[in-house]
C-alpha cells in the first residue's frame, strides 16, 4: 500500500467535512444563507470520493500486506521522547467503514436539502443543521481513522456530542429537547466504563497505540515472551511479568470496553435513548442509525477482536447480550404506529444481529451486515421522512394509509427497502443477516434459534408498517394535501434502493453452474471467504478466526478449502436439526421465513383487517406490555430518575438549609460587630477629634489615678 497516498487520502476525508462546517458555521447566518447546504455537500462529497479512493487503493494491496499507521505528527511529548501520536490506522476494515460513513452521509446530506427547507427556515436554524451534520461525519470518520484508543475516545465523545446537538435540533420542543439530554446521559452510564477500559489498557500495556497493544495482546496469548518485550519495548525479565497481567486483565478490558459497545449501539438494557431520538429531523435518524454512531459500537469491538476474543467467556456474553436484544426490540416494534420508531426498535434489533455475529466469532459477516444495513436503513427512515412531509408532519400509521399512488417513488423505495431489511430472497439484507444466522447456529442451536425468530418478526413488523401507510382506502389527515417530494429527496432514496438490492452481493459468490449463495453447496467449494468482501476483510477477522479453531462457521470464515473438513468439524458441535441445515437449508429456511412472515402481514393487514383486532383483544395484557415497551422506561424512571431526582433535591435542602446556615451563623458575629461599628463610622471629623481628645482624657486620668 502507498502510505504517502492514503495518508493523504486520510487527512483530506477528516479535513473536507470540517471545512465544510466551519464554512457553513461561519458563513452562512450571515452571507450564504439558503446556500449553506453547499460547502457540506462539496465537503462531505469531496470526502466520500477520497474515501473510495482509499478504498480502490486498500483493496489492490498485495495479499498478506499489513495495515498502515502512519504518525501525523507529535501531539505530546515527554522526556525521552514522544509519548502520544496522531495517527491513522488504515487497513480493509477502515476503508469499508469510511466508505460507508461518507457515501451514506452524503446522500443524507443531499435529501436534507429539500427536507429542511420545508420543515425549518433558514433563519431559524438552517445553518447550524448543515453544520452539526459535517462536524457529525468528521467525528465519526475521526473515531475510525484513528490510530490509538485516545482518538477512538476523543471521535466516540464527539459523536456523542453531535447526536445530543441534532437530536435536540428543535430545542424549544420539550420533547425534544429531552429526547437530546436523554441520549447524552444515557450514553455517560457506558462511556463511563469504556474510558475507565482505556485507562487500564494504559496501565497494563503502557501504550495506547493500536500496534503496540494488539502485538502485545496476540503475543502475550500465545505465550511469547519476547513478542510482548518487542511490542512493549520492555527486557524479557520485565515482559514476563506484563505477559501474566496482560492475560488476566484482557477479559477486564473487554468487559469495560463492551460497556461502551453497548450504550453507543444501543443494546440492552442502555438501548433506551435511540427510540426517543427519532424527536429529532428525519435526515438525523438516518444519519445516526445507519452511517455514524450506533455502528460505532460494533466497529470497536471488530477493531479489537485481539483484545474480546482473549476470552471466550465475554464472547458468549456479546453473543448473547446481540441474540436477546435482536428479539426484545423487534416484538416492541409489532404494536408500535409511529413509522420512525418501528425502525428505530428494527435498527437496536438489526444491531443485535451484528453484536450476535461478532459474539460467533463472524466478525466479517458483521461487518457485511453493518454495510448492507447501512443502505436499506438509510433508505427506511429517509423514505418515512418523505411521508411525514407529505403529510405535513406526521407520522402515525393509523392516520393515512393508501399512499402508493399519492408517493409513488416513495413506495417503491421503501418496497425495496422494507424487502432488504425483512430479508427477502436476493435483496441485500437476505445476504448478511443469514450468515449471522449460520454462525450462530454453529455456536448454539440456541442463538441460531432466536435469528431465526427474530428474522421472522422483522418481516411482519416490516411489512406491516408497509402495509398500513401504502395500501387500502386512500386517506390523509385533514388538511394536509399531500404530494410526492421533490427531486433533492427523491434522487437519494433511488441511489440508497439500488444499494439496498445490491450492496449484498459484494459479499456472495457466483458457482459455475449459476447459482449464487454463501454456504459451500458441495465439498470443496470456495467458502465466502473467497468472495469480494470476505476475502477483503480476512485480516481483521483473523483474530476471530484463530481463537475459534472449531466448527463450520470458523472453516468458512477462515478460507478452508477442503469442504468434507467443515462438514466433519460441524458434525461434532451439530446435531439433529443444525446437521440438517449446513451448506444450502438454513438459506432456503431462512428466505422462506422471511416470506411467510410478509404473507401473514398481507393477510392480517389487507385482507383480513380484522385479525389483528381479534388477536389484540384476546391477548390485550401481552399487547399491552408490547406496545408499552415492556414498561423499561417506567422502571427506569421509579428506579433510577427519581431516586436521583429525590436525592438532587434533598443535597440541595443540605445545601441550601444547612451548609448556608452554618456559614450564616459563622458570619453572624462579624456582622453584628459590623452593624455596631458602622454606628462609630458617621463620617464627621468633629466627631472624630470630639472622639480622639475624650480617649486621650480617658488615658490621662487613668495614668494619674494608677
Not at 428474522?455 to 401504502?470: K, S
Not at 470456495?526 to 479453531?549: I, R, S
Not at 458617621?682 to 472622639?691: N, V
Request: proline fraction near 4%; include cysteine.
Amino acid at each position: 500500500m502507498n502510505e504517502s497516498l492514503l495518508t493523504t487520502l486520510g487527512i483530506l476525508i477528516l479535513l473536507l467535512p470540517a471545512g465544510g462546517a466551519a464554512i457553513a458555521g461561519a458563513f452562512g447566518s450571515r452571507w450564504l444563507k439558503g446556500s449553506t447546504h453547499w460547502p457540506v455537500i462539496l465537503g462531505v462529497g469531496g470526502a466520500a470520493a477520497a474515501s473510495i479512493c482509499l478504498l480502490k487503493n486498500v483493496f489492490g494491496a498485495p495479499a498478506g500486506a499489513e495495515a498502515i499507521h502512519p504518525v501525523i505528527y507529535e501531539w505530546i511529548s515527554a522526556a525521552g521522547g514522544s509519548w502520544f501520536n496522531v495517527e491513522f490506522w488504515i487497513d480493509p476494515l477502515t476503508a469499508v467503514m469510511l466508505v460507508t460513513v461518507t457515501f451514506i452521509s452524503l446522500l443524507v446530506v443531499i435529501y436534507s436539502r429539500d427536507y429542511m427547507r420545508h420543515h425549518d427556515h433558514p433563519e431559524r436554524g438552517y445553518e447550524r443543521f448543515f453544520s452539526f451534520l459535517a462536524i457529525f461525519v468528521f467525528a465519526m470518520s475521526a473515531l475510525v481513522l484513528g490510530g490509538n484508543f485516545v482518538l477512538l475516545y476523543l471521535g466516540w465523545e464527539a459523536v456523542g456530542l453531535c447526536s445530543y446537538l441534532l437530536i435536540g435540533f428543535y430545542y424549544e420542543k420539550p420533547s425534544a429537547a429531552d429526547a437530546a439530554k436523554k441520549a447524552f446521559l444515557v450514553n455517560r452510564i457506558g462511556d463511563f466504563g469504556f474510558g475507565i477500559g482505556i485507562f487500564l489498557i494504559y496501565l497494563t500495556f503502557g501504550q495506547l497505540d493500536y500496534h503496540s497493544v494488539f502485538e502485545a495482546a496476540r503475543a502475550a496469548i500465545d505465550g511469547n515472551v519476547d513478542g510482548v518485550a518487542a511490542a512493549l519495548n520492555l527486557t524479557r525479565e520485565a515482559a514476563a511479568t506484563a505477559s501474566s497481567v496482560i492475560t488476566d486483565r484482557l477479559p477486564i478490558i473487554a468487559l469495560l470496553l463492551l460497556c461502551g459497545a453497548v450504550g453507543k449501539s444501543a443494546q440492552l438494557p442502555l438501548y433506551v435513548w435511540l427510540p426517543d431520538a427519532m424527536e429529532g429531523p428525519s435526515p438525523v435518524s438516518a444519519l445516526i442509525h445507519a452511517a455514524t454512531m450506533v455502528t460505532a459500537g460494533v466497529y470497536m469491538m471488530v477493531r479489537c477482536g485481539v483484545i474480546f476474543t482473549a476470552s471466550p467467556a465475554v464472547m458468549m456474553v456479546v453473543a448473547i447480550l446481540g441474540a436477546a436484544t435482536a428479539i426484545f426490540a423487534a416484538t416492541i416494534a409489532l404494536t408500535q404506529n409511529d413509522m420512525k420508531r418501528i425502525l428505530a426498535y428494527s435498527t437496536i434489533s438489526q444491531l443485535g444481529y451484528m453484536f450476535l455475529g461478532v459474539g460467533v466469532y463472524a466478525a466479517s459477516s458483521a461487518v457485511f451486515h453493518l454495510f448492507t444495513h447501512a443502505f436499506f436503513k438509510a433508505l427506511l427512515f429517509l423514505g418515512a421522512g418523505s411521508v411525514m412531509h407529505a403529510m405535513g408532519g406526521i407520522i402515525d400509521v393509523r392516520r393515512f394509509g393508501g399512499l402508493r399512488k399519492i408517493l409513488p417513488v416513495t413506495f417503491i423505495t421503501m418496497l425495496v427497502g422494507s424487502a432488504a431489511l425483512a430479508g427477502f430472497p436476493l435483496f441485500s439484507g437476505f445476504w448478511s443477516k443469514d450468515e449471522i444466522v449460520h454462525h450462530a447456529f454453529m455456536q448454539h442451536p440456541l442463538l441460531g434459534i432466536v435469528g431465526l425468530v427474530t428474522a421472522a418478526l422483522t418481516a411482519f413488523y416490516t411489512f406491516r408498517m408497509v402495509f398500513l401507510a401504502f395500501f387500502g382506502q386512500e386517506r390523509v389527515p385533514d388538511g394536509v394535501v399531500a404530494h410526492e417530494s421533490g427531486k433533492w429527496m427523491l434522487v437519494p432514496l433511488l441511489v440508497l434502493a439500488i444499494g439496498a438490492c445490491g450492496a449484498g452481493y459484494v459479499g456472495v459468490h457466483v458457482e459455475s453452474g449459476g447459482f449464487v449463495g454463501f454456504l459451500a453447496p458441495e465439498e470443496g467449494a470456495p467458502g465466502p471467504a473467497t468472495t469480494p468482501l470476505h476475502k477483503f476483510l480476512q485480516p481483521v477477522n483473523e483474530p476471530f478466526a484463530l481463537a475459534h479453531d472449531h466448527g463450520h462457521g470458523h472453516e468458512m470464515v477462515s478460507g478452508a478449502e477442503h469442504g468434507e473438513v467443515a462438514h466433519a468439524q460441524a458434525a461434532e458441535v451439530s446435531h439433529g436439526f443444525i446437521a440438517s441445515v449446513i451448506h444450502h437449508k438454513l438459506m432456503y429456511i431462512s428466505g422462506l421465513i422471511a416470506i411467510l412472515g410478509i404473507v401473514a402481514a398481507y393477510v392480517c393487514y389487507v385482507r383480513r383487517p380484522w385479525i389483528p383486532q381479534l388477536v389484540q383483544s384476546t391477548f390485550s395484557r401481552i399487547h399491552k406490555v408490547l406496545y408499552n415497551k415492556y414498561y423499561v422506561d417506567e422502571v427506569y424512571d421509579a428506579t433510577v430518575v427519581k431516586p436521583l431526582r429525590t436525592s438532587g433535591k434533598v443535597c440541595f435542602g443540605i445545601d441550601q438549609f444547612v451548609i448556608d446556615g452554618i456559614i450564616w451563623v459563622i458570619t453572624a458575629v462579624p456582622q453584628l460587630i459590623g452593624y455596631f461599628s458602622r454606628t462609630l463610622q458617621t463620617g464627621a471629623l468633629q466627631g472624630y477629634a470630639l472622639t480622639m481628645a475624650a480617649g486621650a482624657a480617658i488615658i490621662v486620668v487613668w495614668a494619674l489615678l494608677v
